[in-house]
């Protein structure tokens, strides 16, 4: 039957091979914790890893293969508050109608997950089904294909995805239902029932930046908010989205409506028209290429909006039915379906006569003669990138590129956005001893266009610098480095011990010079305790930098200090 079966049980699971059970790889029943790595569960008829009922503790699923079985590759069920890890897992034909790649259920109001750099293909259901993904979680660098139903399907969840690839999935390749927040960035949406489609109004704002999202049978964004949210699309290439009710880009705001930027897309053969919106308010329209679609762009009950810098070619190019400004109040947008009509007695570019836009009573008072040159080059990338480690830091360098327009470089350390810089350095602190640390960097231009090649470079931070010094028996003048990591002298276990020796308990005192008193002064070791002023002397409970020391030590013995530039031993 079961693999493993685990009830009311804290699972830690590696290096297993489970196959060819007739029920679930691993049924985890009532559970507490549970972490799987480095294992294969393959061709089980009851699915892979599967949860019956909430768990109480976290969930780790890393560096798996779960392929060839009849029901869901992984699915997690956690109480409210529980995190779930699943991380370099290969999730491959899991089959049936009901069965999902990697299925995550966070109960109430949810948990943290991190997904990432998992390609899951030919899921019976869907590619990723996720309810209940709270802020500040991390679904990245993947792909999903050929699911039989969503590539991702979202419920009540805030959803932040980046790098993804989702292509060949039966319906729409992202499912967000009863939404909060959602971002997508850098993916591909290729192929697929339709692209990114909103069910119900969502109660947090949309964000869709740099995605390329093609050949779908459906909208390519149908995004539907609650009143006052907002929503930013930009710099995404959304064509040949087919179906006749399939638009480019439809943004759909509930109530008094709410804000919409629209900026730098090309939005090109949609089914029905390019750009919809509904409800849109004090919002802007600009820089965008829109050509042969249905409307190229529409608008419905919205009001305050600016629209200009776009080319409209070869569409039933505008319809709008609000009191909205079609024009900069110097430059207005290209109308394939105005030059023909319109002239331009000064030759300044600018037709001589307003362009009517259709639906009410707007116009675009200063329509282009032709189509406006949208900067949709990127700049190239930056140059030299070196680094330059410490213990707990580098610093990484590199040259900016020359392109006039270069506006900054976005910063990622181990694929974790830092920040956005026009200078030519970054430094990263705090940072472990000896680890290796990856920056990757992407340039951008003052139009928003991002060169999509990444340059990265990977350093190591510096162990500290450590070194062996012999004691020998009797007296030992010893000088301490500027930078040693332990100063304290004092009990060890709340202070360390900067002058830990092998064996220990070798050293029993140590004096320093009184300059101004002419005196000496002595600190007493205690075993396997530390250091004490020495009654009768004045305090001193700490070494200095630089300052010359008398130590007595009653063996021969080692002392292993970390420090980077060399001290002085020498037997008196």
């Known amino acids: 039957m079961f693999g493993i079966r685990a009830d009311y049980s804290d699972l830690d699971i590696e290096n297993v091979t489970i196959t060819g059970n007739s029920a679930h790889g691993i049924y985890f029943v009532n559970g507490k914790s549970f972490t799987i790595r480095n294992s294969t569960i393959e061709g089980n008829d009851g699915g892979g890893v599967i949860y019956y009922n909430a768990a109480n503790g976290d969930a780790i699923v890393e560096d798996n293969t779960i392929i060839n079985n009849v029901g869901s590759g992984v699915h997690i069920r956690l109480a409210e508050g529980k995190s779930a890890t699943i991380r370099n897992n290969e999730i491959d034909n899991n089959a049936g109608s009901s069965s999902d790649g990697i299925y995550v259920n966070i109960a109430g109001s949810g948990g943290l997950m991190t997904i990432e750099n998992n390609p899951v293909k030919d899921s019976g259901r869907h590619g990723f089904y996720l309810i209940g993904v709270r802020t500040n979680s991390s679904i990245t660098d993947f792909s999903v294909q050929n699911s039989g139903s969503y590539g991702i399907r979202a419920d009540y969840s805030d959803l932040n995805i980046e790098n993804v690839t989702i292509t060949g999935n039966d319906a729409h390749g992202i499912y967000f239902v009863n939404g909060k927040s959602f971002s997508i960035r850098n993916?591909?949406?290729?192929?697929?029932?339709?692209?990114?489609?909103?069910?119900?109004?969502?109660?947090?704002?949309?964000?869709?930046?740099?995605?390329?999202?093609?050949?779908?049978?459906?909208?390519?964004?149908?995004?539907?908010?609650?009143?006052?949210?907002?929503?930013?699309?930009?710099?995404?290439?959304?064509?040949?989205?087919?179906?006749?009710?399939?638009?480019?880009?439809?943004?759909?705001?509930?109530?008094?409506?709410?804000?919409?930027?629209?900026?730098?897309?090309?939005?090109?053969?949609?089914?029905?028209?390019?750009?919809?919106?509904?409800?849109?308010?004090?919002?802007?329209?600009?820089?965008?290429?829109?050509?042969?679609?249905?409307?190229?762009?529409?608008?419905?009950?919205?009001?305050?909006?600016?629209?200009?810098?776009?080319?409209?070619?070869?569409?039933?190019?505008?319809?709008?039915?609000?009191?909205?400004?079609?024009?900069?109040?110097?430059?207005?947008?290209?109308?394939?379906?105005?030059?023909?009509?319109?002239?331009?007695?000064n030759g300044d570019g600018i037709g001589d006569i307003p362009h009517p836009i259709p639906g009410g009573s707007n116009e675009d008072r200063y329509p282009l003669m032709s189509p406006y040159m949208i900067d949709i080059k990127p700049p190239f990338s930056i140059s030299n990138l070196h680094s330059f480690p410490g213990s707990t830091w580098i610093k990484w360098t590199w040259t900016n590129p020359s392109d006039p327009d270069f506006s900054y470089t976005e910063i990622y350390l181990n694929n974790i956005h830092q920040t956005s810089t026009s200078s030519h350095f970054f430094n990263a602190t705090p940072l472990t001893p000896n680890t290796e640390y990856t920056i990757s960097t992407r340039t951008v231009d003052t139009s928003g266009n991002i060169n999509t090649t990444w340059v990265n470079n990977t350093a190591t931070t510096q162990s500290p610098s450590k070194i062996n010094i012999n004691l020998y028996t009797g007296w030992n003048l010893i000088s301490g480095p500027l930078n040693l990591i332990t100063w304290d002298l004092g009990e060890e276990e709340t202070v360390g011990n900067p002058l830990n020796v092998t064996p220990k308990n070798c050293l029993t005192s140590i004096y320093r010079y009184n300059t101004t008193s002419g005196t000496f002064e002595k600190c007493d070791y205690f075993d396997n305790w530390g250091w004490s002023p020495a009654t009768g002397s004045e305090s001193f409970i700490e070494l200095e930098p630089g300052r010359g020391y008398w130590v007595m030590a009653t063996n021969e013995c080692v002392w292993s200090i970390k420090y980077k530039t060399p001290l002085v031993s020498r037997q008196p």
């Open 187 to 345: 993916s591909i949406i290729e192929g697929n029932g339709g692209g990114l489609i909103y069910y119900n109004a969502a109660n947090g704002d949309a964000i869709v930046e740099d995605n390329i999202i093609i050949n779908n049978v459906g909208s390519g964004v149908h995004i539907r908010l609650a009143e006052g949210k907002s929503a930013t699309i930009r710099n995404n290439k959304i064509v040949n989205n087919a179906g006749s009710s399939s638009d480019g880009i439809y943004v759909n705001i509930a109530g008094s409506g709410g804000v919409v930027t629209i900026e730098n897309n090309l939005v090109k053969n949609n089914g029905d028209d390019g750009i919809y919106l509904t409800r849109a308010k004090d919002s802007v329209i600009i820089n965008n290429n829109i050509s042969t679609n249905v409307y190229g762009i529409r608008l419905y009950s919205s009001s305050n909006n600016l629209i200009f810098h776009n080319n409209l070619i070869n569409n039933y190019n505008t319809y709008d039915t609000g009191t909205n400004q079609w024009d900069s109040g110097t430059v207005g947008n290209y109308h394939s379906d105005y030059t023909g009509t319109g002239t331009d007695s």
